[in-house]
T-cell receptor
Framework: NAGVTQTPKFRVLKTGQSMTLLCAQDMNHEYMYWYRQDPGMGLRLIHYSVGEGTTAKGEVPDGYNVSRLKKQNFLLGLESAAPSQTSVYFC?????????????FGPGTRLTVT | GENVEQHPSTLSVQEGDSAVIKCTYSDSASNYFPWYKQELGKRPQLIIDIRSNVGEKKDQRIAVTLNKTAKHFSLHITETQPEDSAVYFCAATYNQAGTALIFGKGTTLSVSS
């Protein structure tokens, strides 16, 4: 059981480049989330998904897109990276609320945009 | 929208002392309040949580209290140990489905021996 995994672990982008972060979970969880973490700002929700094929905006969705084509995967895309998107990105997943509210986090992706 | 305020931002205690971290939230519909611990360079990990129909929950040296009327909840750590040193985050649900969390900005706890 790998839990929640994220690819890649580190990435450096130039302004204007695009990239996709991959999150995968093998716990058959219904819900998945993308957060960004900046110093002194805590964790801020970017987008989330309550099931395969569905996505919803969080607190800070601008500049990001997401897709959940398969239940186990949640992709975060940056179409045109900006230095303000330099951050650590965490993916998380949780089961149906009838089971638990607990969110399980991945190890994070450190992204630098120059 | 929902807002979660967390205080203090830093907390230094001596080993064996108690530590208390407080959070307030704005959305009266919030129904789930977890606390996460994050060590340097690691992922956040749940240490305790509480649902809105419960006023207090305890797990060994850690306890959480919830006051729904005042819209605040607190984390209490007793008999602190150096390994308790980390950043602690509170959070509250903010969407009707109860699946999305908004986090406080964190408290850096330092326990010196």
């Amino acid at each position: 059981n790998a839990g929640v995994t994220q690819t890649p672990k580190f990435r450096v982008l130039k302004t204007g480049q695009s990239m996709t972060l991959l999150c995968a979970q093998d716990m058959n969880h219904e819900y998945m989330y993308w957060y960004r973490q900046d110093p002194g700002m805590g964790l801020r929700l970017i987008h989330y998904s309550v099931g395969e094929g569905t996505t919803a905006k969080g607190e800070v969705p601008d500049g990001y897109n997401v897709s959940r084509l398969k239940k186990q995967n949640f992709l975060l895309g940056l179409e045109s990276a900006a230095p303000s998107q330099t951050s650590v990105y965490f993916c998380a997943s949780s089961p149906r609320l009838q089971v638990s509210y607990e969110q399980y986090f991945g190890p994070g992706t450190r992204l630098t945009v120059t | 929208g929902e807002n979660v305020e967390q205080h203090p931002s830093t907390l230094s205690v001596q080993e064996g002392d108690s530590a208390v971290i407080k959070c307030t939230y704005s959305d009266s519909a919030s129904n789930y309040f977890p606390w996460y611990k994050q060590e340097l360079g690691k992922r956040p990990q749940l240490i305790i949580d509480i649902r809105s129909n419960v006023g207090e929950k305890k797990d060994q040296r850690i306890a959480v209290t919830l006051n729904k009327t005042a819209k605040h909840f607190s984390l209490h750590i007793t008999e602190t140990q150096p390994e308790d040193s980390a950043v602690y985050f509170c959070a509250a649900t903010y969407n009707q489905a109860g699946t999305a969390l908004i986090f406080g900005k964190g408290t850096t706890l330092s326990v010196s021996s």
